[in-house]
C-alpha cells in the first residue's frame, strides 16, 4: 500500500514547480482536477482524501469520475479530456517513485481521450460588432472602461487571461502603438494597436490614470479584473446590443469570440494565415486553420472560380474594343 497524500504533495512540488517550472495556470488547473477527483473517492469509499492509498485510484474509479464529470457536471468532452491529461501526469510520476504499482498504474494510463465534434468557430459580422461596441453608456466610468476593454480585445485577439493581466507599462501609445504581452505557453508577442484603438484608450487612460505597474482595465476600487467580471460585462453588453441587432440573440458571446472576430477581420482583409498564428499566439499556423472553416466568404469565392457542370472549357478572348465602344453609346 501506498499512501497518496506524500506521493499527490510530490507531484506538485517536486516535478510541476521544481522539475517543469509550471506556470500558474497549470499548477491551478491540475490542482482543481485532483480535487475533484478527490472528492469523488471520498463520496464512492466514504474515506477521507488524507487516508486515501494509490490502489484508491483505479482505473474503475478513475472512469467513474470522467463520466460523473459529462453526466452530473455537465462538463463538455474537452474539459474530460483535460482532466484526464492532468490525472495521467499525475500516474506517469506515480510510475517513478511507486513501482510496485505498474499495473494499476499501466491501467490507468491505458484510459483513452475521447474524441470530440469539431465545430465551426463563432464570429461576429461587422454590423454585430458595431452594435456591441456602441452598447456601453460612455458618460460614465464604467461605459467608458468596458468600451475601452471591447474595442481593444475586438483588435488585438487577446485572450481573457492575457487581457486581465496588463499593466499600463505593458501599452506603447506613442509611434508605432502597440501592446506587450506575456501570453500562454510563456510567449512573448508585440500586437499592433489601430488609430482608432489608440484613440480610445488613450480616453480611457484619462480618466483611469494609471501607474506603470497598475492593471490597465480595473474595477472601481482600483482592483485587477477577475475573468468572471469581464464575461459578466461582456454579457451585458451583448444583451444590450441584441436588442438593436436581433442576431446577437442567437449568438453565445464571450470575450473569445472576440478573438475569434479579431482573426476573421484579419483573414478578410487579406492577412497570410502565418501571420495570423502569430498575431493570436498560436503554437502552430495549423490551429489557425479553423478560420479558414469557418469564412463562408472565402469558400464562396472558390466555388465561384468553378466551372459549372455541362459546359465546354474554351480560351477567354477579349471583345473588340470598337464594338464595346458602340456597345456603350
Known amino acids: 500500500m501506498t499512501a497518496l497524500a506524500p506521493l499527490l504533495q510530490a507531484f506538485f512540488t517536486d516535478r510541476l514547480m521544481t522539475q517543469y517550472g509550471a506556470s500558474p495556470h497549470t499548477i491551478a488547473s491540475y490542482r482543481d482536477t485532483l480535487r475533484l477527483l478527490l472528492t469523488h473517492i471520498h463520496q464512492r469509499t466514504g474515506r477521507l482524501p488524507a487516508q486515501l492509498d494509490l490502489t484508491d485510484l483505479d482505473a474503475v474509479a478513475i472512469g467513474e469520475f470522467l463520466h460523473t464529470l459529462e453526466t452530473v457536471r455537465g462538463n463538455s468532452i474537452a474539459t474530460r479530456n483535460t482532466r484526464l491529461a492532468a490525472i495521467h501526469s499525475l500516474f506517469r510520476y506515480a510510475s517513478l517513485h511507486a513501482p510496485e504499482h505498474a499495473n494499476l498504474i499501466s491501467r490507468v494510463l491505458?484510459?483513452?481521450?475521447?474524441r470530440a465534434t469539431t465545430t465551426i468557430?463563432?464570429?461576429?459580422n461587422p454590423a454585430e460588432l458595431d452594435a456591441l461596441l456602441a452598447a456601453p453608456d460612455t458618460t460614465t466610468w464604467h461605459g467608458r472602461r468596458d468600451h475601452a476593454l471591447l474595442v481593444f480585445t475586438a483588435q488585438t485577439g487577446l485572450r481573457v487571461a492575457e487581457l486581465t493581466a496588463l499593466t499600463a507599462g505593458d501599452l506603447q501609445l506613442g509611434v508605432g502603438a502597440h501592446?506587450?504581452?506575456h501570453g500562454k505557453g510563456r510567449k512573448d508577442r508585440c500586437t499592433p494597436l489601430t488609430a482608432h484603438t489608440v484613440s480610445v484608450l488613450t480616453t480611457w487612460l484619462t480618466v483611469h490614470r494609471p501607474?506603470?505597474?497598475d492593471p490597465l482595465f480595473v474595477t472601481r476600487r482600483g482592483t485587477r479584473l477577475s475573468h468572471d467580471a469581464v464575461a459578466g460585462l461582456v454579457a451585458k453588453h451583448t444583451a444590450t446590443a441584441a436588442?438593436?441587432?436581433?442576431?446577437?440573440q442567437a449568438k453565445n458571446v464571450t470575450l473569445h469570440t472576440l478573438r475569434h472576430t479579431a482573426a476573421m477581420n484579419l483573414l478578410h482583409a487579406g492577412v497570410d494565415i502565418t501571420v495570423i498564428a502569430l498575431w493570436l499566439g498560436h503554437e502552430s499556423p495549423t490551429t489557425t486553420r479553423i478560420y479558414l472553416h469557418a469564412d463562408m466568404a472565402l469558400k464562396e469565392q472558390a466555388i465561384a472560380r468553378t466551372a459549372p457542370p455541362n459546359t465546354d472549357p474554351a480560351r477567354y478572348q477579349a471583345s473588340d474594343?470598337?464594338?464595346?465602344f458602340l456597345e456603350q453609346l
Open 110 to 114: 491505458a484510459i483513452q481521450t475521447k
Open 243 to 248: 436588442r438593436t441587432c436581433p442576431s446577437l
Open 179 to 181: 501592446i506587450y504581452c
Open 321 to 324: 474594343d470598337l464594338l464595346a
Open 211 to 213: 501607474a506603470g505597474t
Open 121 to 124: 468557430v463563432s464570429f461576429l
